[in-house]
């Protein structure tokens, strides 16, 4: 049983950078893989960033590489999505999610969810 709750979004301009958190409770394994998904309207719900919760490592979508970074915080049971140089492009709704079976791109593989924080970028 795991559950995540995201906060951080916020209404920003083009340029502007946000942190998004994740806090998660219940038990996380090392194997598990922690991700950032996002969900615009109309649109499919879409990976942007993943972290392996053991050995840390990352895994972003292209459009988002160079520009958002993600982290956590094994002992507080966080994980962080820096974004920087924000663009319209990238208003959504932000997603933590949480895969014990390892990595994947996949929402539908993912068993634990969050409640999503909205992040908008205007010009």
């Known amino acids: 049983q795991v559950q995540l709750v995201e906060s951080g979004g916020g209404l920003v301009q083009t340029g502007a950078s946000l942190t998004l958190s994740c806090a998660a409770s219940g038990r996380i394994f090392s194997s598990t893989f922690m991700a950032w998904f996002r969900q615009a309207p109309g649109k499919e719900r879409e990976f942007v960033a993943g972290i392996r919760w053991g050995v840390g490592n990352t895994y972003y979508a292209d459009s988002v590489k160079g520009r958002f970074t993600i982290s956590r915080d094994s002992g507080k049971n966080m994980v962080y999505l820096q974004m920087n140089n924000l663009k319209v492009e990238d208003t959504a709704v932000y997603y933590c999610?949480?895969?014990?079976?390892?990595?994947?791109?996949?929402?539908?593989?993912?068993?634990?969810w969050g409640q999503g924080t909205q992040v908008t970028v205007s010009s």
């Open positions: 999610g949480a895969d014990r079976g390892g990595y994947s791109r996949l929402h539908s593989s993912y068993e634990y």
